[in-house]
């Protein structure tokens, strides 16, 4: 498993060492010991997968407020996705800023996404299934997110009108949400 650094503190692109020959392939799509050994301790409670089934879905931003804040390892086990996160980190070096980058069942890449970073992606592919482990439950009421097309972001996304939930249709501003994030370095 390699481990590469972004320019976002503790935002890492993970490349799964993939074995394959005739008969398809292995890998090791998690491993607790290896992310110990670069530093990263995190305690994975629940798996999540999601199915899109058309091309042009987009979910997010979304995020959780502490005391629910998650760390999330994301992945794309079928089709494509461009993954986008926001530094939500106050004082961070990389704050307000945006990451993304593709992610496939072709490439095996995936992505660690620590607490304090909102998150989305939009399927580049018909019937993409994402799947993500996180380190603290799911609670409603912490629940947030940020409209994806926020002009104070301007974030490029694949196209202008993808397909999203009513919940995400209504999302607020970047400016507008009270940010508890802050950077700890």
Same mark, same amino acid.
């Given at each position: ?19 394959? /020959? ?14 110990? %050994? %670069?530093?990263?301790?995190?305690? &994975? ?18 995020? %959780? ?42 490439? &095996?890449? %995936? ?23 996180? /380190? ?15 002009? /104070? ?33």
């Amino acid at each position: 498993m390699r481990f590469i650094s972004t320019e976002f503190p503790g935002l890492f692109i993970i490349e799964p060492r993939v074995f394959e /020959d005739h008969r398809g392939y292995f890998m090791e799509s998690f491993s607790q010991v290896a992310f110990e %050994q %670069q530093g990263l301790n995190y305690n &994975f409670i629940q798996d999540n997968h999601a199915l899109s089934r058309a091309k042009g879905v987009l979910r997010g931003l979304h995020f %959780q407020i502490p005391p629910f804040a998650q760390t999330k390892l994301v992945r794309v086990t079928r089709g494509a996705v461009l993954d986008v996160v926001v530094d939500l980190r106050q004082g961070s070096p990389t704050y307000a800023r945006w990451f993304k980058i593709e992610l496939s069942a072709r490439n &095996f890449k %995936q992505l660690l996404i620590p607490k304090g970073f909102a998150h989305g992606y939009m399927t580049l592919e018909e019937n993409t299934e994402f799947q993500y482990k996180v /380190d603290a439950p799911y609670a409603p009421e912490h629940d947030r997110g940020i409209y994806y097309a926020d002009p /104070d972001l301007n974030i490029t996304w694949p196209t202008d009108n993808p397909i999203l939930s009513e919940k995400d249709k209504h999302l607020p501003l970047f400016r507008e949400f009270d940010n508890p994030f802050v950077y700890e370095g």
